[in-house]
């Protein structure tokens, strides 16, 4: 009796566990357009638009509100909408002095977070003539190039590498080499590849800068070394697993170790 009485029990509730199973697998709706988003791009784009730079300030915090929404999941025409309104920062608009980048800072920051989509904007703001290859525009491209690694798009592998072996800021050089450690998760092929790249001019600033006192040749590459030899070790670093700190060191690891699986 007891038996049967328990067989009717779990039949009776094979309903509602059957249900919590289908409502389980389920898949999650789309939460849709988020009125917040909508109402921080207006303020964004009004922000860009004014002429005496005086909200760029409130910029700045929507850039970070926005972010902070995209981190917590966007509807996908948001996600649009807020990658299109951060390439807004960088490409619409009176162009900030050099000295008062913030807002094109705050913009290029956010990107990185978007992956192939940011990198696609930040790469076009690089190049941009609005902020040109001059000294007081170095600190904002080096934070483009930064942001370009940080979405770890692999299609810009072949131009981080670029600057960083032939950029002749040293500077932007540095933030190339630095940025191309945001690949440490990518597979062996690639990571070996940016590995030899950088070691490649690594080892030809090196040699250069060991004539040190014979030419000025010698000078500039120890200057470009000063500059970069620290963000490109951190590169290199978390490329390889390894930890060293000249680039004998680099090429005697690689020489034993490039034909193996890292």
Known sequence: ????????????????????????????????????????????????????????????????????????????????????????????????????????????????????????????????????????????????????????????VKFLVEEAVRSPEAALAAAAGEALGNFEESKDTVRKEIVSDLLKKYGELSEKASQLGTNIDAQDAQNRLNTMQHRWNGALARLTRQNFTTFREWQTWHNDNKGKAW
Do not use: C
Request: glycine share 8%; hydrophobic share 45%.
């Open 1 to 156: 009796m007891t038996i049967r009485l328990l067989s009717q029990a779990f039949v009776a509730f094979l309903p509602f566990l059957w249900g919590g199973i289908l409502a389980a697998q389920d898949p999650v709706p789309a939460k849709g357009p988020d009125k917040e988003v909508a109402d921080r791009i207006a303020v964004l784009k009004e922000v860009v638009a004014d002429k005496k730079f005086a909200r760029d300030a409130e910029g700045v915090e929507a850039i970070d509100k926005l972010l902070i929404k995209s981190r917590d999941g966007l509807d996908p025409k948001d996600q649009v909408a807020v990658v299109k309104a951060l390439g807004g920062v960088m490409k619409d608009g009176k162009v900030r002095p050099s000295n008062k980048t913030e807002l094109y800072v705050g913009a290029a920051q956010a990107l990185g977070y978007f992956g192939v989509e940011g990198a696609k904007v930040l790469k076009d703001a690089y190049l941009n003539k609005r902020f040109p290859e001059k000294t007081d525009w170095v600190p904002l491209r080096e934070h483009m190039l930064k942001n370009l690694g940080r979405t770890k798009d692999e299609s810009m």
